[in-house]
């Protein structure tokens, strides 16, 4: 199996700007894209930003020039650097990874917990 962490959430004021981090644990063969998704309570998860193992990268409408996505394929730790925050971009902000627990195996999707980011004066 597969487990996500994420760190880096909390609260900072409009304009600010925050990193989030996820790591990959447990057992498994590969990772292939790792990503971010929001959700604020009520509504849709939407996409984020997702990036590939070679580091292609896609990001949601709402936030491209604004947030950076990156990866360290070594330590299976995907980050999400924000920058110039606004109430809008409060949500409870998921990791997701695709994952193959074994060669040849399908890959399949996995969750983090969630962190929550609060954009607030």
């Known amino acids: 199996q597969v487990q996500l962490v994420e760190s880096g959430g909390g609260l900072v004021q409009p304009g600010g700007s925050l990193r989030l981090s996820c790591v990959a644990s447990?057992?498994?063969?590969?990772?292939?894209?790792m990503g971010w998704y929001r959700q604020v309570s009520g509504k849709q998860r939407e996409l984020v930003a997702t990036i590939t193992t070679s580091g292609s990268t896609n990001y949601g409408d709402s936030v491209k020039g604004q947030f950076t996505i990156s990866r360290d394929n070594a330590k299976n730790t995907v980050y999400l650097q924000m920058n110039s925050l606004k109430p809008e971009d409060t949500a409870v902000y998921y990791c997701?990874?695709?994952?193959?627990?074994?060669?040849?195996?399908?890959?399949?999707?996995?969750w983090g917990q969630g962190t929550q980011v609060t954009v607030s004066s």
């Open positions: 447990g057992s498994f063969f590969s990772i292939s894209v």
């Open positions: 997701n990874a695709e994952a193959a627990l074994r060669r040849w195996y399908r890959p399949q999707g996995y």
